[in-house]
């Protein structure tokens, strides 16, 4: 006998006669009989004789009990070409039965199935509240788009509700380190947008001839703008230059403008030259809560004009080697200043920027930073994030650029122990 491996089903191919699997047995058949008219019946089919009743193609072995449906693959035309729609149309006709044998497996599922315990449900009756520690808790059940919207709208704060507490007195803050690239500007901005979305008055600063935080806030520093150049040099108020940050309720901005440029030469010979931000930040007729002042990345007039103005310094620290660096520079000019020039001078924030957590050195600088400065660290830590640079090039900062990100976040969490460690211990002076 040849086996080509066809399994023949009439009801779906439509044959004359009635081939079944050559796996079929019963007793009226035999290997070499052949159906009447089919020369090629011989060869390829065994057909069922006459006196038998034409049992279905997916029967095999019946005397073991076995059945199994017929698939695609097992389902031909007459022409000797597979037919899948009819084999689609025969499996649905023909649906799969589990075996005996499969029925105890099923069985011992069942009854394996996890049945709560007498505890636990003692537990629930003694105590309504009473929670299975398998059950998710809400940062586990709610999905990460929940959770973003969740966070942008506690960073947005669209109610205006002061959610930051406001210091007693205006806290003047120095946001300086003389090594460039740390993110001073970065900082400033950011952490002002935030306590003013929370209630804040605050005020910006900007020291550097670059006008970063100018293009940060989307403030006009173009050339003939007044700036606080003209405070400066030309003794103009305050109140004149100052700026409304649009979009931003409670805060504004002092630009600055390329002629700061030329500042600290023309101040050598003007008199009291050291405190001339100092008098025109008292000058200011309105009070504020928070005066944040970008210093450039040197040690120049323009920085000694800033860290005379305040009574607290924040130093942005990037989690690099150079950074530490420079950082003894720093404190011995803070030291010299607080000496001959203001008493009240403190580093009170010591903030880590750019932290990359899968970096050893990040971790290294971290923990020296924590060791040598203690409390004054905050416990807030700015980690790279793309976001946060890619904000300033839409004239906005990240926490309206994109509340919800990493940046946002910790910027938020940033300015938020600042506001509360600004109550525990009041500075600054009366506006």
Same mark, same amino acid.
């Given at each position: 006998?040849?086996?080509?491996?066809?399994?023949?089903?009439?009801?779906?191919?439509?044959?004359?006669?009635?081939?079944?699997?050559?796996?079929?047995?019963? !007793?009226?058949?035999?290997?070499?009989?052949?159906?009447? /008219?089919?020369?090629?019946?011989?060869?390829?089919?065994?057909?069922?004789?006459?006196?038998?009743?034409?049992?279905?193609?997916?029967?095999?072995?019946?005397?073991?009990?076995?059945?199994?449906?017929?698939?695609?693959?097992?389902?031909?035309?007459?022409?000797? %070409? @597979?037919?899948?729609?009819?084999?689609?149309?025969?499996?649905?006709?023909?649906?799969?039965?589990?075996?005996?044998?499969?029925?105890?497996?099923?069985?011992?599922?069942?009854?394996?199935?996890?049945?709560?315990?007498?505890?636990?449900?003692?537990?629930?009756?003694?105590?309504?509240?009473?929670?299975?520690?398998?059950?998710?808790?809400?940062?586990?059940?709610?999905?990460?788009?929940?959770?973003?919207?969740?966070?942008?709208?506690?960073?947005?704060?669209?109610?205006?509700?002061?959610?930051?507490?406001?210091?007693?007195?205006? @806290?003047? &803050?120095?946001?300086?380190?003389?090594?460039?690239?740390?993110?001073?500007?970065?900082?400033?901005?950011?952490?002002?947008?935030?306590?003013?979305?929370?209630?804040?008055?605050?005020?910006?600063?900007?020291?550097?001839?670059?006008?970063?935080?100018?293009?940060?806030?989307?403030?006009?520093?173009?050339? /003939?703008? !007044?700036?606080?150049?003209?405070?400066?040099?030309?003794?103009? !108020?305050?109140?004149?230059?100052?700026?409304?940050?649009? *979009?931003?309720?409670?805060?504004?901005?002092?630009?600055?403008?390329?002629?700061?440029?030329?500042?600290?030469?023309?101040?050598?010979?003007?008199?009291? %030259?050291?405190? %001339?931000?100092?008098?025109?930040?008292?000058?200011?007729?309105?009070?504020?809560?928070?005066?944040?002042?970008?210093?450039?990345?040197?040690?120049?007039?323009?920085?000694?004009?800033?860290?005379?103005?305040?009574?607290?310094?924040?130093?942005?620290?990037?989690?690099?080697?150079?950074?530490?660096? /420079?950082?003894?520079?720093?404190?011995?000019?803070?030291?010299?200043?607080?000496?001959?020039?203001?008493?009240?001078?403190?580093?009170?924030?010591?903030?880590?920027? &750019?932290?990359? %957590?899968?970096?050893?050195?990040?971790?290294?600088?971290?923990?020296?930073?924590?060791?040598?400065?203690?409390?004054?660290?905050?416990?807030?830590?700015? !980690? @790279?994030?793309?976001?946060?640079?890619?904000?300033?090039?839409?004239?906005?900062?990240? &926490?309206?650029?994109?509340?919800?990100?990493?940046?946002?976040?910790?910027?938020?969490?940033?300015?938020?122990?600042?506001?509360?460690? *600004?109550?525990?211990?009041?500075? *600054?002076?009366?506006?």
């Amino acid at each position: 006998m040849h086996d080509d491996g066809r399994y023949d089903d009439p009801h779906v191919t439509g044959a004359t006669n009635d081939p079944v699997s050559r796996e079929t047995d019963y !007793p009226s058949w035999s290997p070499g009989a052949t159906g009447p /008219g089919d020369p090629a019946a011989s060869r390829d089919h065994h057909p069922v004789p006459e006196s038998s009743s034409p049992e279905p193609a997916s029967v095999r072995r019946t005397s073991e009990g076995l059945s199994r449906p017929v698939n695609a693959a097992e389902v031909r035309s007459s022409s000797g %070409r @597979r037919n899948t729609a009819a084999a689609v149309r025969f499996e649905s006709a023909v649906p799969h039965q589990p075996t005996a044998a499969a029925v105890p497996d099923t069985a011992s599922m069942v009854t394996e199935a996890p049945v709560a315990s007498t505890e636990s449900l003692a537990a629930v009756a003694a105590d309504p509240t009473y929670v299975s520690r398998e059950t998710p808790t809400r940062e586990e059940d709610d999905p990460p788009l929940a959770m973003e919207a969740m966070r942008a709208v506690q960073i947005l704060n669209p109610s205006g509700e002061v959610t930051m507490p406001r210091p007693d007195r205006t @806290r003047v &803050m120095c946001v300086a380190n003389q090594k460039g690239g740390v993110g001073k500007t970065t900082t400033t901005v950011n952490l002002a947008v935030a306590l003013a979305l929370h209630g804040n008055r605050v005020l910006v600063v900007d020291l550097d001839p670059q006008g970063n935080a100018s293009t940060g806030l989307n403030v006009p520093h173009h050339t /003939g703008i !007044p700036d606080v150049y003209d405070c400066l040099i030309n003794s103009v !108020p305050l109140v004149e230059v100052a700026q409304a940050v649009e *979009g931003i309720p409670n805060l504004w901005c002092v630009p600055a403008t390329i002629d700061l440029a030329g500042a600290e030469i023309e101040l050598v010979s003007v008199v009291a %030259r050291e405190s %001339r931000l100092d008098r025109a930040i008292a000058a200011y007729p309105g009070q504020f809560d928070y005066v944040f002042i970008d210093c450039p990345p040197s040690l120049g007039l323009l920085t000694v004009n800033a860290l005379v103005a305040a009574q607290e310094v924040l130093i942005p620290i990037q989690c690099e080697y150079y950074a530490l660096e /420079g950082l003894n520079q720093l404190i011995n000019n803070i030291n010299l200043v607080r000496q001959h020039l203001n008493p009240k001078l403190d580093v009170s924030t010591i903030l880590l920027t &750019m932290y990359d %957590r899968r970096t050893r050195l990040a971790d290294a600088v971290e923990q020296d930073v924590r060791n040598h400065f203690g409390d004054k660290v905050l416990q807030a830590v700015i !980690p @790279r994030n793309v976001r946060v640079s890619e904000a300033p090039s839409y004239g906005q900062s990240v &926490m309206t650029y994109d509340p919800g990100s990493r940046g946002a976040t910790s910027y938020f969490e940033a300015a938020q122990e600042i506001a509360e460690r *600004g109550v525990k211990e009041p500075v *600054g002076r009366n506006a």
